[in-house]
């Protein structure tokens, strides 16, 4: 599994790599960056990268520690912290960058720093994690218990409904909608049934979406290949 994601996330790259390159418009901290004389931006800007890995080095540890206790004494599902308001935290930048960009009106670049981050998370991230797991003195695969097995269905389901949804190269408020609330309806029903009930729906919207596109398919597989014209929105 981990080569096949490692596989996956390096086809992406040398696909991405192939795209028609632009200049980003800088703005701030990012501007001033810019403009430094090159040896010194990449030595800045690797400062950067060796501090927030010590950063993240030094802070994981009590950070999921104090994320479990703080959900005990509220009385929350401590799975459910680390599974989703955990990465919440982590993935903020990404967020304040999509949004400040759909503020701006620059939907697509928003829409694809999103989906760039997914993609890594299911590929990069999730084949390093047996690697990690290793690493840190563990034997073979990572054991998965019965609630870690519904999570993984239940946040593949939900991939599956986002990109059925996107299947068609735009994105409605009611399916926007519709993702959120199905989102948010596990923390009040943390129930094994009601979850499983949850990607059951997310399985079958996906399939109904894809069945209603499906002529919009092979266009996107098509528009994998180099040299391909991008698709545009409907």
Known sequence: MALCSWGIFL?????????????PELEGIA???GSLPKGLRRAVLAGFFLWSALVIVLVAEPFAKSLISGG???????FLLVQWI???????????VAAILAVKGDQDTALGT??????????????????????GGGHQGIPFDARQIEEFWLTAAQTLLGFAMLSKLNLRRWEALALFLLFALQF??????IRIGIASLYGLIAVALLLRHWRELPLIARSFLPGRRKLASK
């Open 11 to 23: 086809a992406y790259t040398w696909r991405v790599s192939k795209e028609e390159r632009t200049e």
């Open 31 to 33: 501007q001033d960056l």
């Open 188 to 193: 009040p029903c943390p129930q094994r049934e």
């Open 86 to 96: 955990a990465p919440l935290a982590t993935e903020a930048p990404e967020f304040l």
């Open 72 to 78: 005990k004494a509220l009385g929350l599902d401590e």
């Open 114 to 135: 999103l989906l760039s981050s997914k993609v890594n998370q299911w590929t990069l991230l999730v084949g390093s994690l047996p690697i990690a797991y290793i690493a």
